[in-house]
C-alpha cells in the first residue's frame, strides 16, 4: 500500500493545508514538520517576549 501525503512551502497554516487537501482529492495526509513545532513555538516565545519587553522599569 502506498500513502500519498503532502508537505512544505504554502502548506505552513491549518488554512493553507486544508485548501490544498481540498483541492488535492488524491492525498491521503498532511506531514507537520516545522508547521507544528517550529512555527508555533516562535510565534509564542515572541510574544512572551514582547509582554516582558513592554513592562514599565522601576
Known sequence: ELLVICHGGPLD???NVGEALRRMP???GFFGASSIERLPTER?????VR???A???G
Open 13 to 15: 497554516e491549518p488554512e
Open 26 to 28: 488524491g492525498v491521503d
Open 44 to 48: 509564542a516565545i515572541t510574544a512572551q
Open 51 to 53: 509582554a516582558f519587553k
Open 55 to 57: 513592562l514599565p522599569l
